[in-house]
């Protein structure tokens, strides 16, 4: 089963709209969740996460709400950037837990 | 980018052959992964390590085994390749265990024909 689920493998946004990525999880225990970045042929790099204890984090263009009750969580990107066509992925981990476990990822494409 | 040097970057094997992966990080992270990335899937770990020696499963470590003997070396083994094991690896190092924040390598795109 998956505990971390991206229902959307793809969005099409253009540029200066916001783009609004989601992500649902199963497992209660998470309490830390975060976003990745992945490029074509590299490795993916960490954007940006939220802590269970909060329900919204900024950092420029980037804000993540969790909505814990619903077990949901998404990324706003505005305005939306043509390099910022990539893959998401959505993870997250429990404190008392091991590794990250990441959902599959939804494909960005922002055009001007 | 962190230190973390992944070889090869690409090969191309038969199946049945054995096959290792080499991680090599320079960041003195006590923890180590090895994740697969394929369509459809998204990011799925294999094996991790939480020190020298110190190695534990994922969720997909059927055919694949790992050794750690030293802090910055992590090998990944397929012992014998099948065409399934076509996939992109990813090595990752983190400095907690709930893996907060991990940095990856650059990816080690595997064929096996």
């Known amino acids: 089963d998956q505990q971390v689920k991206q229902n959307s493998p793809s969005l099409s946004v253009q540029e200066g709209r916001i783009s609004i990525l989601n992500c649902d999880y199963t497992?209660?225990?998470?309490?830390?969740f975060l976003w990745y970045k992945k490029y074509p042929a590299e490795g993916p790099t960490f954007l940006i996460s939220?802590?269970?204890?909060?329900d919204k984090n900024e950092d420029g263009r980037f804000t993540v709400f969790l909505n814990k009750s619903a077990k949901h969580l998404s990324l706003h990107i505005v305005p939306s950037q043509p390099g910022d066509s990539a893959v998401y992925f959505c993870?997250?981990?429990?404190?008392?837990?091991?590794?990250?476990?990441f959902g599959k990822g939804t494909t960005l494409s922002v055009s001007s | 980018d962190a230190g973390i040097t992944q070889s090869p970057r690409h090969k191309v094997t038969e199946t049945g052959t054995p096959v290792t992966l080499r991680c090599h990080q320079t960041?003195?992270?006590?923890?180590m992964y090895w994740y697969r990335q394929d369509p459809g899937h998204g990011l799925r770990l294999i094996h991790y390590?939480?020190?020298?020696?110190?190695?534990d499963k994922g969720e997909v470590s059927d055919g694949y085994s790992v050794s750690r003997s030293k802090t910055e070396d992590f090998l990944l083994t397929l012992e014998s390749a099948t065409s399934s094991q076509t996939s992109v690896y990813f090595c990752?190092?983190?400095?907690?265990?709930?893996?907060?924040?991990?940095?990856f390598g650059s990816g080690t795109q595997l064929s096996v024909l």
């Open positions: 939220i802590s269970s204890i909060k």
């Open positions: 497992n209660s225990m998470f309490d830390y």
């Open positions: 993870a997250a981990s429990a404190s008392a837990g091991t590794a990250l476990i």
């Open positions: 390590s939480y020190g020298v020696k110190d190695t």
């Open positions: 960041e003195n992270h006590r923890y």
């Open positions: 990752a190092i983190s400095e907690s265990v709930t893996a907060e924040k991990l940095f």
